[in-house]
């Protein structure tokens, strides 16, 4: 079955690091792959998008790329600040009767000033 | 209007009370979801509505009762809930036609006493 992969956390940065978010897929169509971020207390907010293959979604300095070669779809900051301290889900969706969203587990990430 | 609005935002209940969530949105989706999340854990579909009609139950007890009144309104009745369904709620929608993901509610953080 469909299924998202994301790396454990938390993931501890200091402010302007280098982030990166690892995501691979396991999909029996052809997905749509979406980055979604919940701070605490919030729900899910789209974060970024990608519908095809070698697509790059980009957001807030965040961006990810639509890799079909590796199955991947890792999230990448260049320098993270405080306020990014949050949860992020990797998910996917297949163009079927359902419409619906497969999650990964979630990474927590800590920034610390 | 680029939201989904959830009511309450927190809601105590007991075992024996009968209660409703309810979701709003004008952005003129036609799919309607309900996912419930635990604390640490992904969201998990609970329910699809798609142009106000139940497509999809995820083998949710009967204890939780969904209802599309309109293509704006989403509900979902409470009723002899036990304390293991204390979660976030989250309502979302999409456009029925295409797959560019969902936009989420804040959700109602649920506590059974």
């Known amino acids: 079955g469909d299924s998202v992969t994301q790396m454990e956390g938390p993931v501890t940065l200091s402010e302007e690091a280098f982030l990166t978010i690892n995501c691979t897929y396991t999909?029996?169509?052809?997905?749509?792959l979406f980055w979604y971020v919940q701070y605490p207390g919030e729900g899910l907010q789209l974060l970024l998008k990608a519908t095809k293959a070698d697509d790059k979604g980009s957001n807030k300095g965040f961006e990810a790329t639509y890799r079909k070669e590796t199955t991947s779809f890792h999230l990448e900051k260049g320098s993270v600040q405080v306020s990014d301290s949050a949860v992020y889900f990797c998910?996917?969706?297949?163009?079927?009767?359902?419409?619906?969203?497969?999650f990964g587990s979630g990474t927590r990430l800590l920034v610390r000033p | 209007d680029t939201e989904v609005t959830q009511t309450p935002k927190h809601l105590v209940m007991g075992m024996t009370n009968k209660k409703s969530l309810k979701c709003e949105q004008h952005?003129?989706?036609?799919?309607m979801y309900w996912y419930k999340q635990k604390a640490k854990k992904p969201p998990e579909l609970m329910f699809v509505y798609s142009y106000e009609k139940l497509s999809i139950n995820e083998s949710v007890p009967s204890r939780f009762s969904p209802e599309c009144p309109n293509s704006s309104l989403l509900n979902l009745h409470l009723h002899a809930l036990q304390p293991e369904d204390s979660a976030l709620y989250l309502c979302?929608?999409?456009?029925?036609?295409?797959?560019?993901?969902?936009?989420f509610g804040s959700g109602t953080r649920l506590t059974v006493v």
């Open positions: 979302a929608s999409s456009p029925r036609t295409d797959n560019y993901g969902y936009t």
């Open positions: 999909a029996t169509g052809y997905p749509s």
């Open positions: 952005m003129g989706h036609r799919a």
């Open positions: 998910a996917l969706s297949v163009v079927d009767s359902s419409y619906k969203l497969i």
